[in-house]
């Protein structure tokens, strides 16, 4: 999964048809895995209603079919949930592992972090 932020719209005239009628968002990660290659945004399909400015999850592959309705869908993204906050704790995210950061130096709006 990704936390991420809308920053757009993609308009598609021909579409397959099991993503007709469906939004394209992009999303640009703001914390994610560290991905094997560089990925400045993802597109992915909005079954939730986001909007341009929101902060998102994106679940990826087969879940990512699944929150369609169907694992026949010809995508690889979707959006899962609209983020109203996000909690980090700073002594659990420094503690041993990788150190956690956002991605491009973004921060999600409503974040809280706490010692």
């Not at 026949?72 to 503690?95: C, F, K, Q």
Request: aromatic share 6%.
């Amino acid at each position: 999964m990704i936390l991420g932020r809308v920053v757009g719209q993609v308009w598609a005239t021909r579409k397959n048809r099991w993503v007709e009628g469906k939004k394209l968002l992009i999303v640009r990660p703001l914390a994610w895995f560290r991905p094997d290659h560089e990925c400045g945004h993802v597109v992915a399909v909005d079954p939730v209603g986001a909007e341009v400015g929101q902060d998102v999850v994106v679940c990826l592959g087969l879940p990512a079919r699944r929150a369609l309705g169907d694992a026949r869908h010809p995508v690889e993204a979707s959006i899962a949930a609209i983020v109203d906050r996000v909690e980090v704790h700073a002594d659990a995210a420094a503690d041993g592992g990788p150190r956690f950061e956002f991605a491009h130096g973004s921060e999600p709006s409503g974040l809280d972090v706490r010692p």
